[in-house]
């Protein structure tokens, strides 16, 4: 199975910049179509960006798109998502996730592998 480790998460104002990195071990990334999810204090865990197996497809949920971008460097085993534009309501804790298979998918149930997540704050 693959492990998943998150890095980049920190605290930043309005309208910064920061960037996710999600390695994996254990198995090639190639195997894995790949997420990122959030989620905030007392709210559910929230679908973000996904990126197929191949890097060629990827999905955003509307709040972040023109903002947010999910690639992968199969090569080097990584996912990341480069956040732009970042707004209060972004804050969460950011997880990536990984699931066998081609495609990706927006509900977390279908990703089998998770990472312990990284915190970002945005103030305003």
């Known amino acids: 199975q693959v492990q998943l480790v998150e890095s980049g998460g920190g605290l930043v104002q309005a309208g910064d910049s920061l960037r996710l990195s999600c390695a994996a071990s254990g198995r090639p990334l190639s195997d894995y179509a790949m997420a990122w999810f959030r989620q905030a204090p007392g709210k559910e865990r929230e679908f973000v960006a996904a990126?197929?197996?191949?890097?060629?497809?990827?999905y955003y949920v509307d709040s972040v798109k023109g903002r947010f971008t999910i690639s992968r460097d199969n090569a080097k085993n990584t996912v990341s998502l480069q956040m732009n534009s970042l707004k209060p309501e972004d804050t969460a804790v950011y997880y990536c996730?990984?699931?066998?298979?081609?495609?990706?998918?927006?509900?977390?149930?279908?990703?089998?592998?998770w990472g312990q997540g990284t915190q970002v704050t945005v103030s305003s």
């Open positions: 990126i197929n197996r191949s890097g060629g497809s990827s």
């Open positions: 996730a990984a699931k066998r298979g081609i495609n990706w998918r927006i509900t977390a149930y279908e990703y089998e592998y």
